[in-house]
């Protein structure tokens, strides 16, 4: 796992927006209504991509050549910069939904005790998982 990743992304102008496409990485395909947006959209696109492969323990492509790409009428070739730590730190922080099942009476009562669910799970998971901070870094 690489901290930076650069990968050619190929912009299409069209009327109705631009259309972002990732040679070396399918699927991974944002779209912008101008060039401002479509380069923080790329970034985001390709960072989010990049995540997704990692946490999926696929292996992450090297990038094609600038000069092997070919372009369309309307296309232009940009070089996009993933910097992975603060993008890996932010999703691996992100908070979770999850369903708990527990007895009625005993929802009641911890209700009448004003718990905090969330705390609460998360004090405990740390507790069993011997997790002493909150930071990401334990994933990893």
């Known amino acids: 796992m690489k901290d930076e990743y650069i990968f050619p992304a190929i912009f299409h102008e069209a009327e109705d927006g631009i259309s972002i496409y990732f040679p070396d990485l399918p699927g991974c395909l944002p779209c912008a209504s101008d060039m401002e947006e479509a380069f923080k959209n790329a970034k985001e696109a390709l960072q989010l991509h990049i995540f997704g492969m990692e946490e999926d323990e696929e292996d992450i492509p090297s990038p094609s050549p600038v000069s092997s790409l070919k372009c369309g009428t309307g296309d232009s070739i940009a070089m996009i910069r993933a910097w992975m730590p603060p993008f890996r730190e932010r999703m691996l922080n992100k908070s979770t939904n999850k ?34 901070d909150s930071t990401a870094q334990h994933f990893r």
Do not use: C, F, M
């Open 99 to 132: 369903t708990v099942t527990i007895p009625r009476w005993l929802d009641i009562l911890a209700k009448k005790e004003r718990v905090n669910y969330s705390h609460l799970l998360q004090e405990s998971l740390k507790t069993y998982l011997g997790v002493q």
